[in-house]
């Protein structure tokens, strides 16, 4: 799930979903906005879903607070390997948020982790991803 800004609200829901039917499978949230000390919205909530390990995983990206903006898709990549990893393993990709620039840049990023950790070439990236959104494991709620 990959959420910055309100773009997190759908996910939060989601995990509550989850959390309330006893839903298997691992969950990872990348959440970004401008500052954690007055924009990490839920941070709590999120803090305790990852301690009783509702989510695996929690990455973070808060563009204002070093001296160069550090983006959700900065964090992807970081994180490319074992992304493709989850990919690998049958894995889904949410996206909610700015379609303008965050839906577009994730979307690159994305494309980027199946060309480094996935070794693939232009034109099975473009099959990779189509099958992706033709299996509905790529899903983008954008505004």
Not at 60 to 83: C, G, I, P, W
């Amino acid at each position: 799930m990959i959420g910055p800004g309100t773009g997190i609200a759908p996910f939060r829901a989601f995990l509550q979903e989850r959390q309330a039917v006893g839903a298997s499978g691992a969950n990872w949230l990348f959440f970004g906005e401008q500052r954690a000390a007055s924009d990490f919205y839920y941070h709590d909530e999120l803090s305790q879903m990852l301690k009783n390990r509702l989510l695996a995983r929690l990455d973070t990206a808060f563009s204002r607070d070093q001296d160069h903006k550090v983006y959700v898709q900065h964090r992807m990549l970081e994180n490319a390997v074992l992304m493709w990893d989850w990919l690998q393993d049958g894995a889904h990709v949410y996206v909610c948020g700015d379609a303008k620039r965050m839906a577009k840049d994730v979307d690159s990023a994305l494309r980027e982790i199946c060309r480094i950790a996935g070794n693939l070439s232009g034109d099975q990236t473009e099959e990779y991803m189509a099958a992706l959104r033709r299996d509905k494991r790529y899903q983008r709620d954008v505004y």
